[in-house]
């Protein structure tokens, strides 16, 4: 038969009932507040999301890094709520268990001294005594499942249950804990599971039988009493406020994962938004690098690895902007020079024709003028040739290919004897030659008849530029390993501008002049060449006092 419960049990129930009600409610709101700020946040990620999952943004680094570093992220969490999840249910499910034993075993304990004490125990037909309720223990244990029987193995008490009788669950329960208890009074105590758990790894049902056991006289306990039946337990009175605690544990766990893997997905984006950004800089550089912006520079704030990368680019940008410039500037000079040696070579040539011509033609009679004639075709022949020689020089020592026969040589006599041969020349256009060379200057490894021509070209300059009445000044001093010979004149100068430009071939300060009246324009487009296959250096600079000066460093003989 069933038990009822008490009056005030009913009450207390119905109260318990009432509050889990309103417990229940106000979780719900709360629940429903934080699901109406997840809800917000997720639809923020969620659209993140799907712009990440376009096909299109699947093969950026910036969107595999994110899902790399997200999933990543994901992994962890998940392995440590699973952790979480599985050691608080597993404590709490032991909780349950060893709480559940020791009721039962307290349970039978008090139905063991209850037969003595004149509670509800009655004399069964056999003279055994019948286990019976007492108003404390059904106060006590009226709100747990509980089964007891008695020795004959009938069930006096079930459980209250408000599904129908036909209830599987129920029956599947009632039978399992009916086989624990037939064990029970034979004496063995069961605990285990039972079978048809909603959720069964969260929150285990329980069970526990043991024998209940008559009180002898003057016994404090009653291991060594006769068994006057069994009792069984499947819950004890807390059990829907643990397993609703149980459940908020476990939905926080899970709620709290979710939240973790969608902001680690969002600081992850993030993250890597930072790391590629200056990927992204450096590819829109080298875009418009290959369109021939070569001055196009990055300023990158990344990382060491991506700043060292940006400083290398920047790098190269600069040699390969200096190397376009340089070549650009090879084009223009190697149209220059097509132009100017064909400028330099029609004037001869148009001379020899013309004379040729009219010799041919018979149109010069007069022998003198033939013989004049004959002896321009010669001088402009002669021209040709010169012009012709020093481009070649110039190319061969440009290229290497011409050898020095380098010695150490004297500098002061060589000037000396360099100044002889041009002393009358210098006499005639009234311009003062002066030479202050010490006598201690140390020989310089040289070519004497290259080191020669190039004391020719550099005086033959000053002279073409140095006016009436003028001077010339040749001086030479050591410095280091290395023995600079300057000579400067009291002429026009030359603009800063201009300094570079007058070693390039056939380039004049005046334009207007040609080869006839300002040389050929390859004079110091050959002293550069030679003083470069000495291992030296040409320079041009201001005189103190006006004029140009031109300073060449040439190395110390060894030894």
Excluded at 70 to 93: W, Y
Excluded at 134 to 161: C, E, H, K, Y
Excluded at 446 to 462: C, K, P, V, Y
Excluded at 482 to 496: F, H, K, N, Q, S
């Amino acid at each position: 038969m069933r038990v009822g419960m008490p009056v005030g049990a009913k009450s207390r129930e119905r109260n318990r009932e009432r509050n889990g009600e309103r417990e229940t409610s106000g979780t719900n709101a709360a629940a429903g507040q934080s699901a109406s700020g997840a809800a917000s946040l997720s639809g923020g990620v969620a659209r993140v999301l799907a712009r990440l999952a376009h096909p299109a943004r699947l093969k950026s680094l910036r969107v595999q890094l994110s899902l790399g570093s997200a999933l990543i992220a994901l992994g962890a969490i998940l392995l440590v709520t699973l952790i979480a999840l599985f050691s608080i249910t597993t404590s709490f499910n032991d909780y349950r268990r060893n709480q559940l034993t020791a009721e039962v075993s307290q349970l039978a304990l008090v139905l063991g001294r209850q037969q003595l004490g004149g509670g509800d125990a009655t004399a069964a037909p056999n003279g055994r005594p019948r286990l019976g309720l007492s108003p404390l223990v059904r106060q006590r244990f009226g709100a747990a499942n509980m089964w007891v029987m008695d020795a004959s193995g009938r069930l006096i008490i079930t459980p209250r249950s408000d599904a129908p009788d036909g209830d599987a669950q129920f029956q599947r329960d009632e039978a399992v804990v009916t086989d624990a208890l037939h064990r029970a009074i034979h004496g063995a105590s069961t605990e285990d599971s039972l079978p048809g758990s909603v959720l069964p790894w969260v929150s285990t049902r329980y069970y526990a039988a043991a024998p209940v056991r008559a009180v002898r006289d003057g016994s404090g306990d009653a291991v060594d009493g006769p068994i006057i039946g069994a009792v069984a337990l499947s819950a004890l009175s807390r059990t829907d406020r643990a397993l609703t605690f149980a459940y908020q544990v476990n939905g926080a766990l899970l709620a709290g994962a979710l939240l973790a893997a969608l902001l680690a997905g969002l600081l992850a984006y993030l993250f890597s938004r930072r790391l590629t950004r200056p990927v992204a800089h450096l590819t829109t550089a080298a875009a418009a690098m290959a369109a021939g912006e070569y001055a196009t520079r990055v300023q990158v704030a990344a990382p060491e690895e991506l700043h060292r990368l940006a400083a290398a680019f920047n790098e190269m940008a600069a040699a390969l902007e200096a190397d376009v410039t340089a070549l650009r500037r090879q084009e223009h000079l190697r149209r220059e020079l097509v132009a100017n040696v064909a400028h330099e070579l029609a004037t001869p040539l148009t001379a020899i024709q013309g004379f040729t011509e009219a010799l041919l033609d018979g149109v010069v009679h007069d022998p003198e003028e033939r013989t004049e004639s004959t002896r321009l075709i010669a001088r402009e022949a002669g021209r040709l040739r010169r012009l012709v020689g020093q481009l070649r020089q110039v190319a061969l020592y440009d290229t290497g290919a011409e050898t020095l026969a380098r010695g150490p040589v004297a500098l002061p006599e060589l000037v000396d004897e360099t100044l002889a041969v041009l002393g009358p020349e210098f006499e005639r256009r009234d311009i003062r030659l002066t030479s202050a060379l010490p006598g201690d200057l140390p020989p310089i490894s040289a070519d004497a008849d290259r080191l020669t021509e190039i004391l020719l070209n550099l005086l033959d300059n000053a002279l073409r530029h140095t006016p009436a009445g003028g001077v010339i000044e040749v001086t030479a001093a050591r410095a280091g390993q290395m023995v600079r010979l300057a000579i400067a004149d009291t002429g026009p100068g030359i603009a800063p501008a201009e300094r570079e430009r007058i070693f390039d071939r056939f380039y004049r300060l005046d334009a207007s002049r040609t080869a006839a009246t300002g040389g050929s324009g390859l004079g110091l487009a050959i002293v550069r060449s030679l003083v470069s296959a000495h291992g030296g250096t040409i320079t041009v600079d201001d005189r103190p006092g006006g004029g140009a000066r031109f300073t060449v460093a040439l190395p110390v003989a060894a030894g």
